[in-house]
């Protein structure tokens, strides 16, 4: 039974905590988890609210805006290009990354605090399956609040429920650039087509929401559907854009509150679409919606999902049996994600013995943090600049994809060596007092013999914390 408590707690959990005791049932455990787990705890309830986060981006616009004005003038005055308004870019980027460092601190604090760490490590996997990337500017200060507000609410419902909250969240909409996708028969493109083709730029649809939505979100790769799916997709989706962003001409044709994910009728392509064989008629934001509810009822869905979520609990490599199983549930309530997360936690699969998954940098700082029993990043800086250093930062997978969930990906020798560095760092943070020879035996129970020699041969109390963190035992889950 040591074996299957240590599986809840890590495979299915976060990782263990000094003192943490599973029900002598892990699975009743688990499953006990997902009617208490709180979607908004106090630690992100304090989190700034979408309006402020978006007047954030708004002021660094406009006063780089007035900023090149002013250079331009001066220029024009005579004084030399290298003046004082060179600087203002990153002062003005300062208030963007603050509103993303805060949202980090966050996010690690409610993963180190939780009482409930199976939910909180699926809202982990779906922020990933539903990748947004930081590094594009205008969502920089959203980032948090996607996870926040579209992940964390929406993830104890139906799939259909998570998906569109996902897809059509401002952070979502911007990233995949689906805030600028106008259809060409719009009512905006066949006002200003024609002055903006005397300008060499035309009001255009953008497909990467689409193809995203279809390759990555539901269906998967290679599952049969076309390009002409894709754009018939793309066309439905025109129309969804982000109130507040825009400027001139578009941005008075989107009603909302700033930062509202909006449906502008103007920017909408007209016209019945058919997708995978199914026409849809006509319908303004309904005609979107309408696609997204049928994909994510699709048979290939339910299988896409069933596999990304024994390969993330369970395997690198699914086991079929695992796989059916999840997605036999997926499909017999309609994509109800309960139902599918006790399909998971009723797999014989997952409570197999063995050395489990490898863990990524988030899930080896998330675990080696709550080892310790800190219940706060250790520092301002601490979430951001650690999954830096490790290579997997927070919320910036640099790609839709999300970052990869199998043991090749994070475990090269160069990757290595930089978690013993990072374990050296995080020890010398914890108090001296932190024997761990006793802490092996809590958080880490079925560690080898060889493991718990090495600790307690060290040479002091923040040696051996740093070497049960980069034990191999460790860092797998």
Known sequence: MAGEKSIALDRFGLGARPGDKPDADPRGWLTAQLARFAARPPVLAAQPGRPELVALFRDYREQVSEMRRQRRQTQADGTPPDDPLKDVPQMLRRGLREAYVGATNARLASALQTATPFPERLVHFWANHFAISADKLPVIPLAGNYEFEAIRPNMMGSFEDLLAAAVLHPAMLLYLDQAQSIGPGSPLARRVGGMAGRMGRKPGLNENLGREVLELHTLGARTGYSQADVTELARALTGWTVAGYGQGRTARLIAGDPGDGVFAPALHEPGARTMLGKRYPEGGAEQARGMLRDLARHPATARHIATKLARHFIADTPPPAAVARIEQAFLSSNG?????????????????????????????TVASLRATGLAQPPGRQAAAGLLQQLGQPIWRPGSPAGWGDTAPDWAGPGALMTRVEVAQQIASRVNDGVDARTLVTSVLPDAGVETKQAIARSESPALGLAMMLSAPEFLRR
């Open 336 to 364: 109800d994600l309960p139902s599918v997360y006790r399909a998971l936690i009723a797999a014989p699969e997952a409570w197999a013995p063995g050395s489990g998954k490898f863990r990524t940098p988030w899930d080896w």
